[in-house]
């Protein structure tokens, strides 16, 4: 059962253009994790968010976790090809050690 | 350089054929984890260890060992493989199971025919 539901899978967009990428789940997470993983290698970590409503930002990246810790985005401002890759969520589920991920979401940045 | 290590980065075998996959950290990591991923799937939790012998299942572990004898390795056992374990293979480590941050080897693509 896919406890992380990701969104969109695929992302197609131009350079300079923003966008969003959801991670929603029924579940409540003690944190929340974006890694981004390049062809033929593992992921590489992003950020962790861990209280209700944090916001964090890195550069061009901004990461929020919900209110209710359900739930998190990832918001590229004005995204460049350099951005291109796998971008995965993953939640600790609460109450234990285990890590969940989500599909993953596919961009690719076109010069 | 802090890392994590698995080797072999690539192997194919045969069904029923023993194997195991090693993964190694350099980082003092308490908590250390096997992932398997597939496409479409994303990446799923085979076991996970807590500290040296800790362990505990993830959410796929049938088919599937581990071990956790010393701090920095913990091996993936596949005692009878099967093609459907035909997959790509992450080992990961983190300082404790609540720092959050997990460091990711480079993966093995195991191939079972």
């Known amino acids: 059962t896919q406890l992380l539901e990701q969104s969109p899978q695929f992302l197609s967009i131009q ?3 923003n966008l969003t990428v959801y991670c929603n789940s029924s579940s409540v997470f003690s944190s929340l994790q974006w890694y981004r993983q390049e062809p033929g290698e593992g992921p590489v970590l ?5 209280t209700g409503g944090e916001v964090k930002k890195l550069k061009r990246l901004t ?3 919900g209110d209710a810790r359900k739930d998190s985005s990832l918001h590229i401002t004005a995204a460049q090809p350099g951005d291109t890759g796998l971008y995965l969520c993953a939640g600790l589920k609460r109450g234990t050690y285990k890590y969940i991920f989500g599909t993953g979401t596919r961009l690719k940045v076109l010069a | 350089e802090a890392q994590v290590t698995q ?7 045969v069904t029923g054929k023993k194997l195991t996959v090693t993964c190694s950290q ?7 984890s096997w992932y398997r991923q597939d496409p479409g799937l ?3 939790q085979i076991y996970y260890s807590m500290n040296v012998e800790v362990t505990d299942k993830g959410d796929v572990p049938e ?4 071990s956790r004898k010393e701090k920095r390795n913990f091996p993936l056992i596949l005692e009878s493989p099967s093609p459907n374990q035909t997959s790509l293979y992450f080992c990961a480590s983190s ?3 609540l720092s959050y941050e997990q460091y990711f080897g480079p993966g093995t693509r195991l191939t079972v025919t």
């Not at chain 2, 350099?26 to 250390?32: F, L």
């Open chain 1, 15 to 17: 350079e300079g253009e």
């Open chain 1, 46 to 50: 992003l950020v962790t968010v861990v």
């Open chain 1, 63 to 65: 990461f929020q976790f």
């Open chain 2, 7 to 13: 080797n072999p980065r690539y192997l194919i075998t």
């Open chain 2, 26 to 32: 350099n980082m003092n990591h308490e908590y250390m």
């Open chain 2, 42 to 44: 994303g990446l799923r």
């Open chain 2, 63 to 66: 088919g599937y060992k581990v």
């Open chain 2, 95 to 97: 300082l404790s199971s």
